[in-house]
């Protein structure tokens, strides 16, 4: 028991430094003066008419980025011109924010966001009212607490849950994505499929064809996926075969 406890203990922590020296010793621009642009991979609304979902997620600024990321969703109804973008803010009044928005993929504190999911077409159009529908009854749009939760990314996690058809994927590194909304131990992985038992963020564990299997313990993840074949480890995130995208009909390739 103790050789399994050292074992775990390692498996949390090496990874975590490893995250952390990264950090550490690059060099990276104050959060005031980094850079908020966009990086150009969301279809023009000026010139795309078909509907679009998409979910992103970028590391944080300073210390916190060897950790963590911060994860946002934008929709863009049929023949709109511009995005709804939706995220949960910590300096926000209240947390939950909606930006009209042309460029929904603009970096965050500098550092480049990940393309989670990408839905187009009349899949997207069918589900976006699902989407708004879970955004108006997340319970906790007044409230933010940075860890365990309920934060940036357990607003997402919750989009997710309410609405499997998008079978969306958080990464490793969306610490407070295990944090169920409504207070239940059990419920649905964020991707919409399998299981989750969780412990209000602290500890729990999922089970998903999707995530495949993970460990939760202080709001990070240890875990494998056996489909996709990658470790998943606290800070660093996914080591192995990538997790691409979700992408529905119409959607890039």
């Known amino acids: 028991m103790k050789r399994l406890i050292l074992i775990l203990l390692l498996a949390l922590l090496l990874p975590l430094a490893w995250s952390g020296a990264s950090v550490a010793f690059s060099e990276r621009p104050h959060w005031s003066t980094a850079s908020t642009a966009s990086i150009d ?18 590391r944080l600024w300073g210390w916190r980025g060897a950790l963590a990321v911060h994860s946002w969703i934008a929709v863009k109804p049929e023949d709109a011109s511009s ?12 947390p939950l924010r909606q930006r009209i928005t042309t460029e929904p993929d603009t970096r965050w504190a500098g550092n480049a966001p990940d393309l989670l999911l990408d839905r187009r077409g009349a899949e997207a159009a069918a589900l976006i009212p699902k989407i708004l529908a879970s955004i108006e009854s997340y319970p ?13 990314n357990s607003f997402i996690a919750h989009i997710g849950r309410s609405v499997p058809e998008l079978g969306l994927e958080l990464p490793p590194t969306a610490i407070g994505k295990d944090y169920i909304t409504d207070g239940a131990l059990f419920g649905r992985a964020p991707s919409g499929q399998g299981v989750q038992l969780s412990l209000f963020g602290l500890a729990g564990l999922l ?6 299997l993970e460990l939760h313990l202080l709001g990070l993840t240890l875990g494998i996926d056996p489909l996709r074949p990658a470790l998943k480890l606290p800070g660093i995130g996914r080591i192995g075969m990538p997790a691409a995208p979700e992408r529905g009909a119409g959607g890039a390739n």
Request: proline fraction near 12%; aromatic fraction near 12%.
């Open 83 to 94: 995005y709804q973008r939706f995220d949960i803010m910590r300096w926000s009044s209240p």
């Open 207 to 212: 089970v998903a064809p999707r995530e495949g």
């Open 41 to 58: 991979i969301a279809p023009n609304p000026a010139t795309t008419r078909e509907a679009v979902i998409q979910v992103y997620a970028a």
């Open 140 to 152: 906790h749009g007044k409230d933010y607490i940075t860890w365990p939760g309920p934060n940036s």
